[in-house]
């Protein structure tokens, strides 16, 4: 890791997050409800799957697993301001550990491994060695769930230099090409909306976004021709990578 990175890391809540010092339940459960719908339905319903969180911060993705009852949970991160701050939420099954180093010796063990919002953060030549890492850390027929920022979207730039150590994005086909090249059987990759339809606010949201999202493949298609390419939009997107 370079020296700039180890810096940043070293003091990563302070230097960047500082609205996260203080974490409150309610923006717990909210997360908890995104991943529910998100990524709940690629889970398995077996609560003793095991399950690793790679760059898992202050563990929101894990207190949705203790959440839903899965026992075999384990999350990993560089920063050890996150690490603290997941303790004092009550997420103690965490390493501060390089990832990297973390998965060099694993081999067959976990059934899922999810990755939200770190790949972004290394090298090309760091994340195809990162998703050749974790193909071998997978179970036969794993799963590596993740989350990044999407370079098809109109303002991906926002989320690709809101942080300093933010190397590369991704298209669904450049997300796609990695993961096939470090031998997954195929790969799916979907929009990562950040709102889903539950009352009045959100179906508004989501009525917009719909307008604006048919104003855009249309756009498309006036430039390319191509109607039906399956563009993804979103500032995010969510790729699962089938072993």
């Given at each position: 890791m370079?020296?700039?990175r180890?810096?940043?890391?070293g003091r990563?809540?302070t230097?960047?997050?500082?609205?996260r010092?203080?974490v409150t339940?309610e923006?717990?459960?909210?997360?908890?409800?995104?991943?529910?719908?998100?990524v709940?339905?690629?889970l398995?319903e077996?609560?003793?799957?095991r399950?690793?969180?790679l760059?898992c911060g202050h563990?929101t993705?894990l207190y949705?697993?203790?959440?839903?009852?899965?026992?075999n949970?384990?999350?990993?991160d560089?920063?050890?301001?996150q690490i603290?701050?997941a303790k004092?939420?009550g997420?103690?099954?965490i390493?501060?550990?390089n990832?990297?180093?973390?998965l060099k010796?694993?081999?067959?063990?976990?059934?899922?491994?999810?990755?939200f919002?770190?790949?972004e953060h290394?090298?090309?030549?760091e994340f195809?060695l990162l998703s050749?890492l974790?193909?071998?850390?997978?179970?036969?027929?794993?799963?590596?769930i993740?989350?990044?920022?999407n370079g098809?979207?109109?303002?991906?730039?926002?989320?690709?230099?809101?942080d300093?150590t933010?190397e590369i994005?991704f298209?669904?086909?450049s997300?796609s090409?990695?993961?096939?090249?470090?031998?997954?059987?195929?790969?799916?990759?979907?929009?990562a909306?950040?709102y889903?339809?539950r009352?009045?606010?959100?179906?508004i949201?989501?009525l917009?976004?719909?307008?604006?999202?048919?104003?855009?493949?249309m756009?498309m298609m006036?430039e390319t021709?191509?109607?039906k390419d399956g563009?993804?939009?979103?500032?995010?997107?969510l790729a699962?990578?089938?072993?």
């Amino acid at each position: 890791m370079s020296d700039y990175r180890e810096k940043i890391y070293g003091r990563y809540v302070t230097m960047g997050l500082r609205e996260r010092v203080n974490v409150t339940k309610e923006q717990l459960e909210q997360m908890a409800r995104w991943y529910k719908k998100a990524v709940g339905r690629f889970l398995p319903e077996d609560r003793d799957t095991r399950i690793l969180d790679l760059g898992c911060g202050h563990g929101t993705f894990l207190y949705f697993l203790k959440k839903e009852g899965y026992k075999n949970i384990l999350g990993v991160d560089v920063s050890p301001e996150q690490i603290e701050l997941a303790k004092k939420i009550g997420i103690n099954e965490i390493k501060c550990r390089n990832v990297l180093d973390f998965l060099k010796n694993i081999e067959d063990k976990f059934d899922v491994i999810t990755a939200f919002d770190l790949i972004e953060h290394f090298r090309k030549d760091e994340f195809l060695l990162l998703s050749k890492l974790v193909y071998r850390a997978l179970k036969a027929q794993g799963l590596f769930i993740l989350r990044t920022i999407n370079g098809e979207s109109p303002f991906s730039g926002r989320l690709r230099y809101a942080d300093l150590t933010h190397e590369i994005c991704f298209t669904r086909r450049s997300i796609s090409t990695a993961l096939l090249n470090a031998n997954f059987k195929r790969v799916k990759v979907f929009p990562a909306y950040h709102y889903f339809p539950r009352g009045v606010r959100s179906n508004i949201r989501y009525l917009l976004w719909k307008i604006i999202e048919l104003g855009l493949r249309m756009y498309m298609m006036a430039e390319t021709g191509n109607f039906k390419d399956g563009y993804i939009f979103t500032q995010n997107l969510l790729a699962i990578g089938y072993k």
